[in-house]
C-alpha cells in the first residue's frame, strides 16, 4: 500500500554535531508557489524601485537588500512552526531546546546557519525553489 514521505528526519551534524536531527514536514507545492511569488513580488518591485532611484541606486539596493532579508526571515519563521515536527537540538551550553511547537519563539536564539539548514530541510533553499 503506498505510504506519503513528506515527513522526514534530516540529520543536521553540520550546525548541531553528530547524531543530531530535525524531522520536518516537505512543503506543498502550494506553499512553494508562495515562496516563488513573494520573491517574483519582491524583484518586480525592486526593479521599480531602482529604477525611479537615479543616482541614489547603491543605497535604494541597500535598503531593497534589508528589507528582502527581513521578509525572508519572518517567512521562515511562520512556516517552521508549522513544519518542524520535531528535533534535538541544544543551546550553546548543551542544553535541549524546547520544541518549535512548544515555544515557537525559539527560533530567535538560532544561527543564521541554522536557519539554513531548517530552510533547506523544509524545501525552501534556492535550488529547491528552481525545481
Do not use: C
Not at 519563521?77 to 525559539?106: A, C, M, S, T
Amino acid at each position: 500500500m503506498p505510504t506519503r514521505r513528506n515527513v522526514v528526519r534530516v540529520v543536521t551534524a553540520s550546525v548541531q554535531g553528530d547524531d543530531s536531527y530535525v524531522v520536518v514536514r516537505k512543503l506543498t507545492v502550494g506553499e512553494a508557489r508562495e515562496v516563488l511569488r513573494d520573491r517574483q513580488r519582491r524583484n518586480q518591485s525592486a526593479m521599480v524601485r531602482m529604477a525611479d532611484a537615479g543616482q541614489n541606486q547603491e543605497i535604494i539596493q541597500e535598503a531593497i537588500d534589508a528589507e528582502a532579508a527581513i521578509e525572508n526571515i519572518e517567512w521562515a519563521v511562520k512556516r517552521f512552526k508549522g513544519h518542524i515536527r520535531e528535533w534535538n537540538w541544544v543551546d550553546d551550553d548543551g542544553e535541549p531546546l524546547p520544541q518549535i511547537k512548544d515555544d515557537p519563539d525559539i527560533v530567535d536564539q538560532l544561527s543564521i546557519d541554522e536557519m539554513r539548514v531548517l530552510s533547506e530541510a523544509l524545501g525552501t533553499d534556492q535550488d529547491a525553489a528552481k525545481n
